[in-house]
Protein backbone atom coordinates (compact mmCIF):
# COMPACT_ATOMS: atom_id res chain seq x y z
CA UNK A 1 0.00 0.00 0.00
CA UNK A 2 1.31 3.39 -0.83
CA UNK A 3 1.24 6.02 1.77
CA UNK A 4 0.90 9.91 0.33
CA UNK A 5 4.39 11.57 0.47
CA UNK A 6 3.40 14.11 3.07
CA UNK A 7 2.04 11.31 5.62
CA UNK A 8 5.27 9.46 4.69
CA UNK A 9 7.27 12.74 6.05
CA UNK A 10 5.30 12.78 8.96
CA UNK A 11 6.04 9.27 10.28
CA UNK A 12 9.62 9.47 9.17
CA UNK A 13 9.69 12.81 11.40
CA UNK A 14 8.18 11.17 14.17
CA UNK A 15 9.86 8.21 14.49
CA UNK A 16 13.50 9.90 13.97
CA UNK A 17 14.22 11.17 17.47
CA UNK A 18 14.96 15.10 17.94
CA UNK A 19 18.29 16.59 18.87
CA UNK A 20 18.79 17.15 22.52
CA UNK A 21 18.97 20.92 21.76
CA UNK A 22 15.29 20.61 20.57
CA UNK A 23 13.61 19.19 23.05
CA UNK A 24 11.90 21.13 25.51
CA UNK A 25 12.11 18.67 28.92
CA UNK A 26 16.10 18.95 28.35
CA UNK A 27 16.33 22.72 28.26
CA UNK A 28 14.27 23.17 31.23
CA UNK A 29 16.57 20.23 33.10
CA UNK A 30 20.15 22.09 31.64
CA UNK A 31 19.32 25.77 32.15
CA UNK A 32 16.74 25.40 34.84
CA UNK A 33 13.91 27.47 33.23
CA UNK A 34 11.11 27.54 35.50
CA UNK A 35 7.63 29.08 34.69
CA UNK A 36 7.42 32.67 36.26
CA UNK A 37 5.26 32.77 39.93
CA UNK A 38 4.89 36.03 41.34
CA UNK A 39 6.43 36.63 45.19
CA UNK A 40 4.04 35.25 47.89
CA UNK A 41 2.43 37.79 49.95
CA UNK A 42 3.36 38.30 53.92
CA UNK A 43 0.49 37.88 55.68
CA UNK A 44 -0.48 41.34 58.06
CA UNK A 45 1.51 41.33 61.22
CA UNK A 46 -0.64 39.41 64.25
CA UNK A 47 -2.61 37.43 61.52
CA UNK A 48 -1.48 34.02 60.37
CA UNK A 49 -1.36 32.81 56.73
CA UNK A 50 -4.57 30.58 55.38
CA UNK A 51 -3.87 26.98 56.21
CA UNK A 52 -5.30 24.15 54.56
CA UNK A 53 -6.19 21.79 57.35
CA UNK A 54 -8.28 22.61 60.25
CA UNK A 55 -5.04 23.53 63.35
CA UNK A 56 -5.82 26.71 65.16
CA UNK A 57 -3.93 29.53 64.38
CA UNK A 58 -1.79 30.36 67.32
CA UNK A 59 -1.74 33.95 68.76
CA UNK A 60 0.87 36.34 67.76
CA UNK A 61 3.89 36.95 70.45
CA UNK A 62 4.17 40.17 72.23
CA UNK A 63 7.45 41.18 73.82
CA UNK A 64 7.29 40.93 77.62
CA UNK A 65 8.84 44.38 79.03
CA UNK A 66 9.11 44.26 83.39
CA UNK A 67 6.54 46.19 84.69
CA UNK A 68 7.81 49.64 86.72
CA UNK A 69 6.89 49.40 90.14
CA UNK A 70 6.30 53.05 90.82
CA UNK A 71 4.80 54.66 87.65
CA UNK A 72 4.81 58.35 87.42
CA UNK A 73 1.76 60.42 87.13
CA UNK A 74 1.43 61.89 83.73
CA UNK A 75 1.65 65.28 85.14
CA UNK A 76 3.29 64.64 87.88
CA UNK A 77 7.24 64.84 88.16
CA UNK A 78 8.31 61.85 90.39
CA UNK A 79 11.02 62.96 93.50
CA UNK A 80 12.76 59.26 93.99
CA UNK A 81 16.00 60.65 93.66
CA UNK A 82 18.91 58.33 94.31
CA UNK A 83 22.20 59.75 94.53
CA UNK A 84 24.98 59.76 96.76
CA UNK A 85 23.00 57.36 99.10
CA UNK A 86 19.80 59.65 99.20
CA UNK A 87 16.16 58.35 99.01
CA UNK A 88 13.52 60.85 98.53
CA UNK A 89 9.70 59.05 98.69
CA UNK A 90 7.00 61.88 97.24
CA UNK A 91 5.54 63.58 93.99
CA UNK A 92 5.64 67.40 93.40
CA UNK A 93 4.14 68.37 90.12
CA UNK A 94 5.73 70.10 87.39
CA UNK A 95 6.75 73.39 87.70
CA UNK A 96 9.29 76.39 86.46
CA UNK A 97 13.09 75.43 86.63
CA UNK A 98 14.42 78.91 87.61
CA UNK A 99 17.93 77.94 88.92
CA UNK A 100 20.24 76.40 86.11
CA UNK A 101 23.95 75.34 86.98
CA UNK A 102 26.10 78.07 88.27
CA UNK A 103 23.31 80.32 89.59
CA UNK A 104 24.34 81.53 93.62
CA UNK A 105 21.53 81.78 95.85
CA UNK A 106 21.38 82.79 99.31
CA UNK A 107 21.82 80.14 102.43
CA UNK A 108 18.25 80.36 104.44
CA UNK A 109 19.81 78.46 107.75
CA UNK A 110 22.20 78.72 110.62
CA UNK A 111 24.81 76.51 109.50
CA UNK A 112 27.64 79.34 109.31
CA UNK A 113 27.32 79.47 105.27
CA UNK A 114 26.24 82.86 103.51
CA UNK A 115 25.41 81.56 99.99
CA UNK A 116 25.56 78.35 97.71
CA UNK A 117 26.95 78.25 94.27
CA UNK A 118 24.91 75.31 92.36
CA UNK A 119 27.33 73.02 90.77
CA UNK A 120 24.92 70.16 89.87
CA UNK A 121 21.14 69.03 89.64
CA UNK A 122 20.40 65.77 91.52
CA UNK A 123 17.81 63.67 89.38
CA UNK A 124 17.83 65.86 86.52
CA UNK A 125 17.31 64.05 82.58
CA UNK A 126 18.14 67.11 80.82
CA UNK A 127 18.97 67.32 77.27
CA UNK A 128 21.94 68.10 74.96
CA UNK A 129 23.45 71.91 75.53
CA UNK A 130 20.82 72.66 78.50
CA UNK A 131 21.94 73.47 81.41
CA UNK A 132 20.98 71.57 84.67
CA UNK A 133 18.05 73.47 86.46
CA UNK A 134 16.35 72.90 90.07
CA UNK A 135 13.29 74.62 92.00
CA UNK A 136 11.88 74.54 95.25
CA UNK A 137 11.70 71.11 96.73
CA UNK A 138 14.80 69.95 94.58
CA UNK A 139 18.27 68.62 96.02
CA UNK A 140 21.22 70.34 94.55
CA UNK A 141 25.09 70.31 94.93
CA UNK A 142 26.68 73.38 95.66
CA UNK A 143 29.77 74.40 97.31
CA UNK A 144 29.59 77.92 99.87
CA UNK A 145 31.42 80.44 98.82
CA UNK A 146 31.43 82.80 101.41
CA UNK A 147 30.92 81.45 105.37
CA UNK A 148 32.95 79.54 107.13
CA UNK A 149 36.27 77.82 106.48
CA UNK A 150 35.02 74.70 107.48
CA UNK A 151 32.41 75.23 104.76
CA UNK A 152 34.13 76.54 102.14
CA UNK A 153 35.77 74.30 99.65
CA UNK A 154 33.71 71.45 99.75
CA UNK A 155 30.79 70.00 98.44
CA UNK A 156 27.79 69.94 100.21
CA UNK A 157 24.02 68.63 99.24
CA UNK A 158 21.10 71.40 99.59
CA UNK A 159 17.87 71.35 99.07
CA UNK A 160 16.04 74.66 97.51
CA UNK A 161 13.36 76.25 99.88
CA UNK A 162 12.68 79.55 97.59
CA UNK A 163 12.67 81.00 93.78
CA UNK A 164 12.26 84.31 92.22
CA UNK A 165 11.35 82.64 89.40
CA UNK A 166 7.56 82.47 89.53
CA UNK A 167 5.79 78.94 88.53
CA UNK A 168 2.01 77.74 88.67
CA UNK A 169 0.56 75.85 90.78
CA UNK A 170 -2.80 73.40 90.54
CA UNK A 171 -4.99 76.05 92.06
CA UNK A 172 -3.85 78.50 89.34
CA UNK A 173 -2.21 81.21 91.78
CA UNK A 174 1.25 82.18 91.04
CA UNK A 175 3.15 82.11 93.38
CA UNK A 176 7.16 83.64 93.60
CA UNK A 177 9.71 84.85 96.41
CA UNK A 178 12.02 87.96 96.45
CA UNK A 179 15.17 86.08 96.52
CA UNK A 180 16.34 82.41 95.78
CA UNK A 181 17.96 80.58 99.08
CA UNK A 182 18.66 76.87 100.06
CA UNK A 183 19.67 74.88 103.58
CA UNK A 184 22.55 72.38 103.46
CA UNK A 185 21.75 69.27 104.35
CA UNK A 186 23.24 65.85 104.04
CA UNK A 187 22.32 62.79 102.10
CA UNK A 188 19.67 61.58 104.19
CA UNK A 189 17.93 65.17 103.73
CA UNK A 190 18.66 66.33 107.97
CA UNK A 191 19.42 69.73 107.78
CA UNK A 192 23.24 70.57 109.04
CA UNK A 193 21.75 73.58 111.18
CA UNK A 194 18.62 73.94 113.23
CA UNK A 195 16.22 77.14 112.01
CA UNK A 196 15.72 78.20 108.64
CA UNK A 197 15.16 82.02 108.35
CA UNK A 198 12.27 83.03 105.88
CA UNK A 199 9.06 81.40 104.38
CA UNK A 200 9.63 77.84 102.97
CA UNK A 201 8.07 77.08 99.66
CA UNK A 202 5.01 74.61 100.25
CA UNK A 203 6.99 72.13 97.80
CA UNK A 204 9.84 71.70 99.82
CA UNK A 205 8.09 71.03 103.26
CA UNK A 206 6.00 68.24 101.25
CA UNK A 207 9.05 66.91 99.88
CA UNK A 208 11.49 66.96 102.94
CA UNK A 209 9.89 66.41 106.50
CA UNK A 210 12.91 68.08 108.36
CA UNK A 211 12.83 71.20 106.52
CA UNK A 212 8.88 71.44 107.14
CA UNK A 213 9.89 71.28 111.02
CA UNK A 214 12.94 73.62 111.02
CA UNK A 215 10.75 76.59 108.96
CA UNK A 216 8.94 78.85 110.53
CA UNK A 217 6.37 79.78 107.41
CA UNK A 218 5.54 77.49 105.21
CA UNK A 219 3.94 79.42 101.78
Known amino acids: MCLPSTLAWCLARDAVPSPPWLRGET???RFAIRPFLPPARRPPFGLC???THSEPCSPPRLRETPACPFPPSPCRRTSCARARGTV?????FKMSLGLPVGAVINCADNSGAKNLYMIAAVRNQG???RLPSASPGDMIIATVKKGKPDLRKRV???VIVRQRKAWRRRDGTFLYFEDNAGVIVNPKGELKGSAITGPVA???SDLWPRVAAASGTVV
Open 49 to 51: APR
Open 127 to 129: RLN
Open 156 to 158: HPA
Open 202 to 204: KES
Open 27 to 29: LRA
Open 88 to 92: IAGNK
